[in-house]
């Protein structure tokens, strides 16, 4: 493969992003129209909150089980 062919398919992926982005886009706007914009983010954002809840309650319940004598206490990075 050479740098052309290269920079032609990374110019095709880069359209087709920005074409699915652009769909996605539309369609959020139309389905949550009329809504707050916090009620919008909080309805796009929820499963990536639980999703973070769950990593840090398994983080949690780690550290709360290493947290013996001597056991090192592992601190929740999300």
Do not use: I, S
């Not at 880069?14 to 919008?40: I, K, M």
């Amino acid at each position: 493969m050479n740098d052309a062919t290269g920079v032609d398919r990374v110019a095709v992926a880069l359209a087709d992003w920005h074409e699915a982005w652009g769909a996605f886009a539309v369609a959020v706007r139309y389905h949550y129209r009329g809504r707050d914009g916090e009620d919008v983010r909080r309805a796009l954002l929820r499963p990536y909150e639980q999703q973070a809840e769950e990593e840090r309650a398994a983080l949690r319940r780690r550290a709360k089980r290493n947290d013996g004598p001597g056991g090192e206490v592992e601190e929740p990075a999300v």
